[in-house]
C-alpha cells in the first residue's frame, strides 16, 4: 500500500474522534477534523471508486435517521458491471447537507472518507458519495455518514 492511501487510511483516526466526542455529546464545528479527505480523492476513478448519479439507487443495508426529514442511507448495487457500494442523503434535503462514505480494509481500525460531497442541485435532491467495489472479505467494510448543514448534526450508519 502506497505512502499517499496510509496517510489517507490513519487519517480517518481524526473522523473516529469526531464520531466519539459527538457521541459523548461534546460540540463539533463541522463533519470532521482537518484529517479528513477530499471529495476529489475518491472522483474520476481515484483509490478505485466510479463517480455514479445522484439518483443511483441499490440495495440499502444501512440506514441512519438524520432527523429534519432526511436520512443517509448505504447502498449496494451492480454499477458498470461490478456489485459496489455508495452512501446516499435524501428527503427533505438543502444545499450543503453532506454525505460521504467511509471504507476500511481492516474493519474499521483505519479507513478512507470518501467525501464529503455536497447537496448542490437544490432543496430535497439527493446526492450520493463516489461508489467503491464490494468484497466478501469480513475486514472490508463500508459505512454512510451525513451532516445536516442546518442541524449542525453529524450521524454515520453501522458498518457493513
Not at 101 to 110: A, E, F, N, P, V
Not at 118 to 145: H, I, Q
Request: with cysteine.
Amino acid at each position: 500500500m502506497g505512502n499517499t492511501m496510509k496517510q489517507r487510511l490513519l487519517s480517518g483516526l481524526a473522523a473516529t474522534v469526531a464520531t466519539v466526542s459527538l457521541g459523548a455529546g461534546l460540540a463539533i464545528a463541522g463533519p470532521a477534523g482537518s484529517a479528513q479527505a477530499a471529495a476529489s480523492d475518491c472522483e474520476g476513478g481515484r483509490n478505485g471508486f466510479v463517480d455514479i448519479s445522484d439518483d443511483a439507487s441499490g440495495t440499502v443495508v444501512r440506514s441512519i435517521d438524520m432527523g429534519a426529514g432526511r436520512s443517509v442511507t448505504l447502498h449496494y448495487g451492480t454499477i458498470r458491471g461490478v456489485q459496489r457500494g455508495w452512501a446516499k442523503i435524501s428527503g427533505t434535503t438543502v444545499n450543503n447537507d453532506l454525505v460521504w462514505m467511509d471504507w476500511t480494509t481492516d474493519g474499521g481500525s483505519t479507513w478512507l472518507q470518501c467525501g464529503p460531497f455536497a447537496v448542490n442541485r437544490g432543496p430535497g435532491t439527493s446526492k450520493t458519495s463516489a461508489a467503491k467495489s464490494t468484497s466478501s472479505n469480513s475486514n472490508y467494510r463500508f459505512r454512510a455518514c451525513g451532516y445536516l448543514k442546518n442541524a449542525g448534526q453529524t450521524k454515520c450508519t453501522s458498518w457493513w
